[in-house]
């Protein structure tokens, strides 16, 4: 179960960063 949690956990990391890239690229912050 932790593994599953885990991997979960990374999944939503790593897209949270390339939301935040992408975003950064489209609309870049000050």
């Given at each position: 179960m932790?593994?599953?949690l885990y991997a979960n956990w990374?999944?939503?990391w790593e897209t949270a960063l390339t939301t935040r890239d992408e975003n950064r690229v489209v609309r870049p912050l000050p």
């Open positions: 932790f593994g599953k990374m999944y939503r």
